[in-house]
């Protein structure tokens, strides 16, 4: 992890390293719920599927954790700038990634009730290539976190245009599999949900690069064109 900021006070510097890092724990645990959600699915794995159920609330209770952390060091330390920043990023950052760790349930969910279903023969591949890249996105962007890279922040934020194609693909394929055979609307419904929560993390995944870049930059990138941000900050055109 890049060190950011050295202060007068020692105590102040481990104390922004602490939350940072806290950040970092938190999402490791929504990186692997994501991972035995999707193994859950296609493997119809019960018990796995349980288990990313139950371990939703260590993520929340991260959460909780961190959020105290950054109200004690508002409330002790008066951060200005870009200290302030960045425990303005810390908490929307955890935010995103409570509901990561929420959307990775509601995959567990579904594969819990799709191990009771007859299985396809293409173990959902339809959106396994999605689950394997909004989770790579997800991944991609703690990476930036940790390196304050805006650039890599950035680069990962247009991941997401991929991930909605991907969706879009996929529900357009599994709304055929109702047309033509009835008996499959049960199942392709719930994996119509799980799709969704895969598209959802996606987006948080965005979130979290466009906090990094506020970090840095100072900037909220929010409702603006990728391409946009690409050329004022990074002075380069789109790709």
């Known amino acids: 992890m890049e060190p950011i900021h050295t202060h007068i006070s020692h105590q102040y510097n481990?104390?922004?390293?602490?939350?940072?890092?806290?950040?970092?724990?938190?999402?490791?645990?929504?990186e692997q719920?994501?991972?035995?959600?999707?193994?859950?699915l296609v493997k119809g794995d019960i018990a796995l599927g349980e288990a990313v159920?139950?371990?939703?609330?260590?993520?929340?209770?991260?959460?909780v954790t961190i959020d105290e952390e950054c109200n004690q060091i508002i409330a002790r330390r008066q951060p200005a700038a870009s200290d302030l920043r960045l425990?303005?990023?810390?908490?929307?950052?955890?935010?995103?990634?409570e509901r990561i760790g929420d959307e990775a349930e509601?995959?567990?969910?579904?594969?819990?009730?799709?191990a009771g279903?007859?299985?396809?023969?293409?173990?959902?591949?339809e959106i396994q290539v999605l689950g394997q890249h909004v989770r790579q996105m997800v991944h991609d962007a703690l990476d930036a976190f940790a390196r304050v890279d805006v650039e890599s922040a950035l680069l990962t934020a247009r991941e997401d245009r991929k991930?909605?194609?991907?969706?879009?693909?996929?529900?357009?394929?599994?709304?055929?599999?109702?047309?033509?055979?009835?008996?499959?609307?049960?199942r392709v419904l719930n994996v119509i949900w799980a799709a969704r929560a895969l598209e959802r993390i996606g987006d948080h995944a965005r979130n979290i690069c466009e906090y990094i870049i506020y970090f840095v930059k100072g900037k909220d990138i929010r409702h603006t064109s990728l391409d946009q941000v690409a050329q004022e900050i990074l002075g380069k055109e789109s790709s």
């Open 14 to 30: 481990v104390e922004l390293e602490e939350i940072r890092s806290h950040v970092l724990q938190m999402g490791g645990l929504v």
């Open 117 to 125: 279903e007859e299985r396809p023969k293409n173990n959902y591949a």
């Open 163 to 186: 991930a909605d194609q991907e969706y879009e693909g996929a529900i357009r394929q599994l709304i055929t599999y109702m047309m033509e055979d009835p008996r499959t609307i049960s």
């Open 87 to 97: 425990v303005v990023a810390v908490i929307k950052t955890i935010t995103d990634l």
């Open 53 to 63: 159920i139950m371990n939703d609330t260590k993520v929340n209770r991260l959460e």
């Open 106 to 114: 509601k995959i567990a969910r579904m594969a819990v009730r799709l």
């Open 33 to 40: 719920q994501i991972e035995q959600a999707m193994i859950a």
